[in-house]
T-cell receptor
């Protein structure tokens, strides 16, 4: 049973397109996150939701819009994709201040 | 704001060598500290964590880390590395507050040569 699952695993698209990445966790955690890992492996938090409420919103362009229909899901929609958006996007979840459980990542390539 | 520094960007060791990866954090309050590992092509997994108590914490696969509050450090160690330890290692800090914002260091790539 996968604890944090995200789809798709790979996403190749053209500049200017709109795409979504989905994430689901079956751990019963209250908090979910989106992280971006660039080509140098640097991990940067983008968003965090706690019980469907946005609690962390780092300096991310407005083209990125997270959506949490319930506490088990946190999707990420990206409008007007740019070359610089190419990265691996990781979904994660946690409960209280405990460890993060990561999904397997979505490798986004913008051509 | 909290920040994490990992000074070793790329470390190359032979099998059986000892490992120490540096991690320093910047935050004035109570922190929770973590080391995560990312094996090639995989997602991050927790190696070990420190919340309170004994500053020397032991994790999986023979790794340990020591929290030195006066130095704001949480260095990762392993007495004898194996080829299978080849991976990217990330130090992370959580301010332990109501909102669990985890900040990661830039990572250290460990390459173990057989």
């Amino acid at each position: 049973d996968t604890a944090v699952s995200q789809t798709p695993k790979y996403l190749v698209t053209q500049m200017g397109n709109d795409k979504s990445i989905k994430c689901e966790q079956n751990l019963g955690h209250d908090t979910m996150y989106w992280y971006k890992q660039d080509s140098k492996k640097f991990l940067k938090i983008m968003f965090s939701y706690n019980n469907k409420e946005l609690i962390i919103n780092e300096t991310v362009p407005n083209r990125f819009s997270p959506k949490s229909p319930d506490k088990a899901h946190l999707n990420l929609h990206i409008n007007s994709l740019e070359l610089g958006d190419s990265a691996v996007y990781f979904c994660a979840s946690s409960q209280s201040s405990e460890k993060l459980f990561f999904g397997s990542g979505t490798q986004l390539s913008v051509l | 704001a909290q920040s994490v520094s990992q000074h070793n960007h790329h470390v190359i060791l032979s099998e059986a060598a000892s490992l120490e990866l540096g991690c320093n954090y910047s935050y004035g309050g109570t922190v929770n500290l973590f080391w995560y590992v990312q094996y090639p092509g995989q997602h991050l997994q927790l190696l070990l964590k420190y919340f309170s108590g004994d500053p020397l914490v032991k994790g999986i696969k023979g790794f340990e880390a020591e929290f030195i509050k006066s130095k704001f450090s949480f260095n990762l160690r392993k007495p004898s590395v194996q080829w299978s330890d080849t991976a990217e290692y990330f130090c992370a800090v959580n301010d332990g507050g109501g909102y669990q914002k985890v900040t990661f260091g830039t990572g250290t790539k460990l390459q173990v040569i057989p």
